[in-house]
C-alpha cells in the first residue's frame, strides 16, 4: 500500500488514497486519514464515498509494514 520512507514521514492528519473497494462499481479510493502518529505504529480512519468504514492500522516491523482492521 505505502513504503516504510512514505510510513515515516506521515503525520496526523494527512490523507492517503488507497485502492477502490468495488472496482467495477465506482473508481472512488478508501480515503485514509492518519489519527495517531507514532514511531512504529500509525492508526486510520479509512472513509468511503463519505461512508466512515473503520480503522486500520500500520505497524512496522523492521523494513515492513504489517495492516489490520479494526
Not at 480515503?31 to 473503520?54: C, E, H, Q, S
Not at 486500520?56 to 489490520?68: E, F, H, I, M, Q
Request: aromatic share 10%.
Amino acid at each position: 500500500m505505502i513504503s516504510v520512507e512514505d510510513f515515516l514521514t506521515l503525520k496526523v492528519g494527512d490523507l492517503l488514497e488507497a485502492d477502490p473497494l468495488f472496482n467495477g462499481l465506482s473508481d472512488e479510493p478508501v480515503v485514509l486519514r492518519v489519527a495517531t502518529d507514532g514511531a512504529d505504529r500509525k492508526d486510520f480512519v479509512a472513509t468511503y464515498l463519505g461512508v466512515t468504514l473503520g480503522r486500520w492500522s500500520a505497524k512496522r516491523n523492521g523494513g515492513r509494514l504489517s495492516w489490520t482492521f479494526k
